[in-house]
């Protein structure tokens, strides 16, 4: 969707429909009610503010409703920003679905689940596998639809199970470099580290935060979720142990949400890993919003810097 929202640049006019991602509500230093819109289609999302809001535009312009607008792409603090000059709710005669505006991952889930198959396939360790198919096989619907987050990196259908199957496939090449690795600890780690994530958000389509979710987050529930299917399943030992402790410390660091800094060799690589696959995922995705000899916007994950593209081509992209 190469002139959808996120392809357009500041100074242009938009006149199109977009699907509403939340709407927040706020009041003015007038005083008068405004609602912040986050707005999105297949190619990216925006903020947008609709000021004067009435009661009726707060019970209309709702998450996962879609709307017609009409206005221009502006910037605030060096953000793209939509100006709305008109908005309306979509009708059944404009034939726009929800689906029409949802990014999905550039993989099949085909091979998503052929991948996470092929991976289980490949562990030696029978405590580790049985427990990561146990998992696997559980939630294989949802984890072949839910977004790996609400913002920054592979927020987006499938997104889960493509954020794993490009850390397995990183894996993979690293036990070639580096022979010692538990490939098993590993791929049962990478693949459970964000299942906890099917329970910490709402859905695929407009994600955001559960209960659940914001009282106790996704390591302590998956963490808790392994101890019990590892008794339900009657295993025992220091594999139950080492998986949770992959969990629990995947985020690296206290202030980054880890209740545990990786202590073991293969936790630390889990969080490389990690950290590798979603800044590319970020990078990749913004890089391909702009012209070379151009920047991006300011990445607020990427502590908020602008990448530049390059104007010469890389000899194996031409």
Known sequence: ??????????????????LIKSSTKGVASNGKPFLTLILKDASGEIEAKLWEATKEDEHTFVAEEIAKITGEVSQ?????????????????????????????????????????????????????????????????????TYPAAVKNHHEYISGLAHHVVSMLNLAKQLKELYPDIDLDLLYAGIILHDLGKLKELSGAATPSYTLEGKLIGHIPMMVDEIGGVAKELGIEGEEVTMLQHMVLSHHGKA???????????????????????????????????????????????????????PLFTNEHDE
């Open 255 to 309: 202030e980054w949400g880890s209740p545990k800094p990786p202590l073991i060799r293969e936790a630390e690589l889990l969080h490389l890993i990690d950290l590798v696959d979603a800044k590319m995922n970020m990078l990749n995705r913004a890089l391909d919003k702009v012209q070379p000899g151009e920047f991006t916007d300011r990445l607020f994950a990427m502590d908020n810097r602008s990448f530049y593209k």
């Open 76 to 144: 605030y603090r060096g953000r793209p920003q939509l100006k709305i000059q008109s908005i309306r709710p979509a009708q059944p005669t404009d034939g726009v679905d929800q689906s029409d505006f949802l990014e999905t991952a550039p993989v099949p889930k085909e091979d998503l689940i052929e991948r996470l198959t092929e991976a289980i396939f490949e562990m030696k360790n029978p405590n580790l596998q049985r427990m990561t198919r146990h998992f696997v096989k559980t939630y294989q619907e949802a984890f072949l």
């Open 1 to 18: 969707m190469k002139n959808g929202i996120g392809h357009h640049a500041i100074g242009e006019p938009f006149d199109n429909f977009l």
